[in-house]
């Protein structure tokens, strides 16, 4: 097991037996390469790397806290990120090879080939930045019961009451004109 100071893993140096990288802390040279919205917190990482035919195989977790703004009332809050992975990492020559050539093993639904590595380097960075953008929300929300904006005045609805007349919002802003749309059930 190494801890992880080095954002480049050498995928030419990792054996069938595997090698086990880890991290756990912030303000470092490995977490001012990742996205803004991550570097505030402790990031933990796990991944384990092994060499399956001319396949690598990188399986672990990460756990870290993003920084986001709320799609419905613009307050920023925490949200917790917590992924398992399980990645196989393919030189890009591998990407000319038939599929009957892939070990069926490496052919499993829930795991994600990667393919076009740079000779043997994987840079950790880019693919934890790529992995959190897949699980952010499309629209991040503060919590569930978020009250949003009022259309009218900007208020944010889960601080106060406006007193406006359309401040029974429901749903996000841009939706907000739908609400007076008459729909004629007869065909």
């Known amino acids: 097991m190494k801890n992880l100071k080095d954002p480049i893993i050498d995928l030419g140096h990792v054996s069938e037996e595997g090698e086990r990288r880890e991290f756990n802390e912030k303000d470092s040279d490995f977490t001012s390469k990742l996205e803004p919205f991550l570097q505030k917190h402790a990031i933990k990482l796990r991944a384990d790397f092994h060499k399956v035919g001319p396949h690598y195989e990188c399986k672990g977790e990460f756990q870290a806290t993003a920084d986001l703004q709320c799609g419905f009332c613009t307050e920023n809050f925490a949200y917790p990120i917590d992924e398992k992975f399980h990645e196989i990492l393919a030189p890009q ?30 840079y950790l960075p880019d693919f934890i930045n790529e992995m959190v953008a897949f699980t952010l929300p499309a629209h991040p929300r503060c919590k569930e019961s978020c009250k949003g904006l009022c259309s009218e005045c900007g208020a944010n609805l889960n601080k106060e009451e406006c007193g406006c007349s359309n401040n029974k919002r429901i749903g996000h802003l841009g939706l907000a004109a739908l609400k007076n749309i008459k729909i004629d059930n007869k065909h």
Do not use: I, R
């Open 93 to 122: 020559w591998v990407n000319k090879m038939k599929a009957s050539h892939t070990p069926k093993d490496l052919m499993d639904s829930e795991v994600e080939v990667l393919a076009g590595l740079e000779g043997e380097q994987f």
